[in-house]
């Protein structure tokens, strides 16, 4: 019985609205059947009415006690019930203890797990008056309904058809403020009922409850020693042996951090469908089991595409293994990793994407899921790619500007002490480009200006860098040199190519180039050394002359 009773708390708080109580409060048997329709249960009065022990009542061994006319009209409802999910109301009849057979109310309700799966039936069995004739006084069958509720660990109470309490059990007794004396012919709404609910409940109990509405459903906050409190409660009749109804009896579960939960779920549920950031939810095995609309419009995958497969599909390729090792390393030891990677769409275009991977574990502290959020950082790294290259080049020419310079020379350093190597610097000045600029304008000493940096990078090799440092002045580094006289050939062709004439519009003009050449580690191992010493050099070569190269050091 007390299995019975808690079931049909669970059931209660999982929202069975099918779940009531018998008509009849005389020999009332509950019982419990499974998703077969097989008994489980059976109350622990099954055995003072029936004859029949418990234990021989379990799967259909209570048919035993079941008029042997009656039992395939039964079992076809029973098969029924359990096939539709719904619940199963009959008349048979019952064999009695004594021997005699009485006709029985059957009466049955689906149940369901919180998750919304069948799981059974549940029900009561209630002996009729031609069973009892002569049999028990008002007073006497009232009791008896009472002496149940009493047994019931949950919230019970008992009213009569103007809303005052007759009957409260002690679980109830124990969340009111009130003794149990105070309760009793009390109103219940004015009693219980928190003052914004009371206009609700009013609209059921409103000082006459009409049978013809029971049985029924509502929730509501009551008030309790520990404050307000959401309850969930079931209204039946409580009839007598002549099927006369006597009073009202409600069994009440408190619902309040179920309804929270519930309200988290649905609020959960509507950022996961409204966001605008893709999100993914797997198994602990990391087979998707949930996308929101915001994945299928990024990725280009349905929903029907994606669940039951890996977040693999994804994968760009552009990563390694060990990225992705490192990646699954951090989740399982910290719980979460977020950082940038390259994603493919169903299409097989690419993207970036920012995502963020947390686990989520059961109560047990298990992994039993893993969420993913992520999106489209296409445009931002586009305008990061715009702002880097603001930053690190030349506007005019495209060219690596002062600032790339330097951590171009800072790399060519640290590789030449790691690798014993040489590298020259070749600072380049134009010659006479001043006078050019002012006589044709700057508009087309813009564009000498680009002409001078194609020619100069048509003559490095993919592992140097050419950069202008601003007006008329540019920088050659050249990287792995065996000896100088490397440097000074390569500075030959760049004075050769920058002394053929240029044409731009309909002008024809002529400029030439003075360069100075810093060897390191030969001559100077500081980049700022290495752009002075290259720079004296410069200007040596313009003062000796001009369209000439000269070096700091030694050509050795």
Not at 109 to 122: D, E, I, M, T, Y
Not at 275 to 301: K, P, Q
Request: charge should be negative.
């Amino acid at each position: 019985m007390e299995r019975v009773q808690s079931l049909a708390h669970d059931l209660i708080e999982a929202g069975n609205e099918h779940f009531r109580i018998a008509a009849q409060p005389a020999r009332i048997l509950f019982w419990l059947a499974d998703t077969c329709g097989d008994c489980e249960l059976v109350s622990s009065n099954w055995t003072d009415f029936t004859g029949q022990k418990a234990g021989d009542a379990l799967g259909q061994g209570w048919l035993d006690v079941v008029m042997v006319q009656d039992r395939a009209q039964l079992l076809e409802a029973l098969r029924l019930g359990v096939e539709a999910q719904q619940g199963v109301h009959l008349r048979y009849r019952l064999l009695l203890a004594d021997g005699r057979a009485c006709w029985v109310q059957h009466d049955a309700a689906a149940r369901f797990l919180p998750s919304g799966k069948f799981n059974g039936l549940v029900g009561t069995i209630t002996g009729e008056s031609d069973a009892h004739a002569g049999g028990v006084a008002l007073e006497q069958a009232a009791q008896q309904v009472f002496d149940f509720l009493n047994d019931i660990p949950m919230a019970a109470v008992a009213m009569g058809f103007d809303g005052s309490v007759v009957h409260c059990n002690q679980v109830m007794s124990a969340l009111c403020k009130r003794n149990d004396a105070a309760l009793l012919g009390q109103s219940w709404i004015d009693l219980h009922v928190s003052p914004e609910c009371r206009a609700q409940v009013a609209s059921l109990v409103d000082g006459n409850i009409a049978p013809s509405v029971l049985p029924a459903e509502i929730e509501y906050q009551i008030e309790t020693r520990d404050g307000s409190r959401l309850f969930r409660w079931h209204l039946t009749l409580i009839r007598n042996f002549d099927g006369e109804p006597i009073s009202i009896a409600m069994l009440g579960s408190d619902i309040t951090q179920w309804r929270r939960m519930v309200d988290h779920l649905r609020l959960t549920a509507q950022v996961f469908d409204t966001s605008h950031e893709a999100m993914v939810i797997t198994d602990r095995n990391n087979r998707i089991v949930s996308v929101n609309d915001a994945f299928t419009v990024l990725t280009g995958y349905s929903r029907e595409d994606a669940l039951g497969k890996n977040p693999s599909i994804l994968q760009s390729g552009r990563h390694t293994s060990e990225f992705y090792q490192t990646m699954w390393k951090c989740i399982a030891e910290q719980g979460h990793w977020r950082g940038e990677v390259w994603d493919r769409r169903k299409d097989h275009s690419f993207y970036p994407k920012f995502l963020a991977i947390s686990v989520i574990r059961d109560s047990n502290g298990e992994v039993s899921n893993y969420a993913a959020i992520f999106y489209d950082v296409t445009e931002r790294k586009a305008l990061e790619d715009k702002l880097d290259r603001l930053a690190h080049y030349d506007a005019l020419t495209g060219l690596p500007n002062r600032m790339l310079l330097q951590d171009r020379l800072e790399q060519a350093i640290a590789v030449g002490e790691r690798k014993n190597q040489k590298f020259a610097l070749l600072f380049i000045d134009l010659d006479g480009f001043k006078l050019v600029n002012d006589r044709v304008g700057h508009p087309t000493g813009d564009e000498v200006l680009k002409a001078v940096a194609q020619r100069l990078q048509a003559v490095i090799r993919g592992m140097d860098t050419v950069a202008r440092l601003g007006g008329d002045e540019f920088v050659i580094i050249l990287a792995d040199i065996r000896h100088a006289q490397d440097a000074g050939l390569v500075a030959e062709k760049v004075v050769d190519s920058l002394s053929e004439p240029y044409l731009v519009g309909a002008q024809t003009l002529a400029l030439s180039a003075s360069i100075g050449v810093s060897i390191y580690p030969n001559d100077v191992q500081k980049a700022d050394e290495l752009l002075r010493t290259a720079d004296e050099a410069m200007y040596q070569a313009k003062h000796g002359g001009k369209r000439q190269v000269r070096f700091y050091g030694s050509v050795g």
